[in-house]
T-cell receptor, first 115, second 113 residues
Framework: AQSVTQLGSHVSVSEGALVLLRCNYS??????LFWYVQYPNQGLQLLLK??????LVKGINGFEAEFKKSETSFHLTKPSAHMSDAAEYFC?????????????FGTGTLLAVQP | NAGVTQTPKFQVLKTGQSMTLQCAQD?????MYWYRQDPGMGLRLIYY???????DKGEVPNGYNVSRLNKREFSLRLESAAPSQTSVYFC????????????FGPGTRLLVL
């Protein structure tokens, strides 16, 4: 069965510091992978997704993620954190070749940005 | 273009009461979904509708029913609310059935006393 693990339910960084949010998946075949962001009291918004092709994926707001098949990882990074990046981030996997577009979400990582 | 809209934004129910959460999308999407979000558990799929006229159970369907009223609308009904159904409910939609990006509504906060 597919699953997603996000290491660290809370991550705190200083403004201007590197952001690294970790996501590992389990799957017998490479899935499609997504990162969503949720700002307080809002719905989820797509940051970026990996389907096929280039393993380094660039998203909105300066975020990027790299699909590493050998490590079954899809970690999210941003070189320099901004106060506006404070939010909850969810990694999700969609099984390749599935009959429906189900998404399996990780439990989320709450990012705090300190001034 | 409103995207995905949900009503109500917030609701308080007493145990045993019923209610329907409404969801509509104006993106001409085929697939629609209902999730619940609980602290520390991420989002869990309740029901989904791959296309108009079809609905299927997700990970946590017990205590819920759904109706795909037409292509735009997908409602979630709680027949007899329980405190365990206190949660934030999100509706989402996607264009097709395969590996498509899902677009989320703003959510409905439900408190069951």
């Amino acid at each position: 069965a597919q699953s997603v693990t996000q290491l660290g339910s809370h991550v705190s960084v200083s403004e201007g510091a590197l952001v690294l949010l970790r996501c590992n998946y389990s799957s017998s075949v490479p899935p499609y992978l997504f990162w969503y962001v949720q700002y307080p009291n809002q719905g989820l918004q797509l940051l970026l997704k990996y389907t096929t092709g280039a393993t380094l994926v660039k998203g909105i707001n300066g975020f990027e993620a790299e699909f590493k098949k050998s490590e079954t990882s899809f970690h999210l990074t941003k070189p320099s954190a901004h106060m506006s990046d404070a939010a909850e981030y969810f990694c999700a996997v969609s099984p390749l070749g599935g009959a429906t577009n189900k998404l399996i979400f990780g439990t989320g990582t709450l990012l705090a940005v300190q001034p | 273009n409103a995207g995905v809209t949900q009503t109500p934004k917030f609701q308080v129910l007493k145990t045993g009461q019923s209610m329907t959460l409404q969801c509509a999308q104006d993106m001409n999407h085929n697939s629609m979904y209902w999730y619940r979000q609980d602290p520390g558990m991420g989002l869990r799929l309740i029901y989904y509708s791959a296309s108009e006229g079809t609905t299927d159970k997700g990970e946590v369907p017990n205590g819920y029913n759904v109706s795909r009223l037409n292509k735009r609308e997908f409602s979630l009904r709680l027949e007899s609310a329980a405190p365990s159904q206190t949660s934030v409910y999100f509706c989402a939609s996607s264009a097709g059935r395969y590996q498509e990006t899902q677009y989320f509504g703003p959510g409905t906060r439900l408190l069951v006393l």
